[in-house]
């Protein structure tokens, strides 16, 4: 468990600060990362910054049963900062700090609090969003808008409810996007077009145009990968060979699971925001406390 953060945030007077009359030298962190750690208590958060520049910080911890990082909020959270669950501080140090200073169990024992400041009250909101989805199958997001008008949600090219963009395998032939698109063609770049009809083949549910769907031509291994199913009379796999005679054909089912890159950005902003002892050097209440982005890999069972 993440036992200093805890003790951080309990310790509200510490022996090292200033006992008051001190001005706030700096509070730049516009050009500061957001970083972000899970506390030691359940749905504790911890959001801060670091200035290296001259050794200074502000963090935000709060308890919030409603935050994720990797879930979007339809509305924004809203807290009231106080002295007990959603605390902002501002410190400054006689030595540098790295994030293992709120993130770590054991802090160092050289580090000293020249000054620190608390949000005695104060507006929280925060706010989760999706910036960025994409099935990263080797086509850019902006070339799988099929119809051209601009809406990614509405390219759905084999019918399964899931946009091209967030598709890894765009005809449902069990067969992924990024495996179909070489094309063997010495200085060409062009996706792959087996029967050579205009239609690549992985927007194609029927690569050789023989009549039998990709998927279906799984018929010698039955694994729902049809391309370890290879004819002996011409080496290649069934479903690229419009002249083999298959031995059967089966109805098989999109299998493949599908991930999406999912980039999910966290915007913390502080509103009416009083420290004690005064706001020096901080006359403006109301700032951004900035913005955080994770990327996550999201799976959907294909069916």
Not at 81 to 88: A, F, G, V, W
């Given at each position: 468990?993440?036992?200093?953060?805890?003790l951080?945030?309990?310790?509200?007077?510490?022996?090292?600060?200033?006992?008051?009359d001190?001005?706030?030298t700096?509070f730049?962190?516009d050009?500061?990362?957001?970083?972000f750690?899970?506390?030691?208590?359940?749905?504790?958060?911890?959001f801060f910054?670091?200035?290296?520049?001259?050794?200074?910080?502000?963090?935000?911890?709060?308890?919030?049963?409603q935050?994720?990082?990797?879930?979007?909020?339809?509305?924004?959270?809203l807290?009231d900062?106080?002295?007990?669950?959603?605390?902002?501080l501002?410190r400054?140090?006689?030595?540098?700090?790295?994030?293992?200073?709120y993130?770590?169990n054991?802090?160092s024992?050289?580090?000293?609090?020249?000054?620190e400041?608390i949000?005695?009250?104060g507006?929280?909101?925060?706010?989760t969003?999706?910036?960025?989805e994409?099935?990263?199958?080797?086509i850019?997001?902006?070339?799988?808008?099929?119809n051209?008008?601009g809406?990614?949600?509405?390219?759905?090219?084999?019918g399964?409810?899931?946009p091209?963009?967030k598709?890894q395998?765009?005809?449902?032939?069990?067969?992924l996007t990024?495996?179909?698109l070489p094309?063997?063609i010495?200085?060409?770049?062009?996706?792959?077009?087996t029967d050579?009809?205009?239609?690549?083949?992985y927007l194609?549910?029927?690569d050789?145009?023989?009549?039998?769907?990709?998927?279906?031509?799984?018929?010698?291994?039955?694994?729902g990968?049809?391309?370890?199913?290879?004819?002996?009379?011409?080496?290649?796999?069934?479903?690229l060979d419009?002249e083999?005679?298959?031995?059967?054909?089966i109805?098989?089912?999109?299998?493949?699971?599908?991930?999406?890159?999912?980039?999910?950005r966290?915007?913390?902003?502080v509103?009416q925001?009083?420290?004690?002892?005064?706001?020096?050097n901080?006359?403006?209440?109301?700032?951004s406390f900035?913005?955080?982005?994770?990327?996550?890999?999201?799976?959907?069972k294909?069916?």
């Open positions: 468990m993440k036992k200093l953060i805890f951080i945030f309990c310790a509200l007077t510490i022996s090292s600060c200033d006992d008051g001190v001005i706030i700096s730049e962190f050009d500061v990362d957001l970083e750690c899970k506390g030691a208590l359940e749905h504790e958060f911890v910054k670091i200035n290296k520049t001259i050794d200074e910080s502000i963090s935000l911890r709060f308890v919030n049963d935050f994720s990082d990797t879930i979007v909020t339809e509305t924004p959270i807290l900062l106080d002295t007990d669950n959603n605390i902002l501002y400054s140090f006689t030595s540098p700090i790295t994030n293992d200073y993130c770590s054991i802090p024992s050289s580090i000293s609090i020249v000054e400041r949000g005695t009250s507006k929280v909101e925060i706010q969003k999706i910036i960025e994409d099935d990263d199958d080797g850019p997001k902006e070339q799988e808008d099929i051209g008008n809406n990614y949600e509405d390219d759905d090219t084999d399964d409810g899931i091209n963009y598709d395998d765009d005809d449902n032939d069990n067969i990024s495996v179909e094309n063997e010495p200085d060409n770049d062009d996706p792959r077009d050579k009809d205009g239609i690549p083949d194609e549910a029927d050789d145009n023989d009549g039998i769907l990709t998927r279906n031509e799984d018929i010698v291994e039955e694994n990968n049809p391309r370890d199913d290879i004819n002996p009379d011409s080496g290649i796999p069934y479903y419009a083999a005679t298959n031995p059967k054909v109805d098989v089912a999109p299998s493949l699971d599908n991930n999406v890159k999912t980039t999910f966290t915007t913390i902003s509103n925001l009083i420290f004690n002892n005064g706001n020096q901080f006359e403006n209440g109301n700032f900035g913005e955080k982005d994770v990327t996550i890999t999201k799976t959907t294909i069916e």
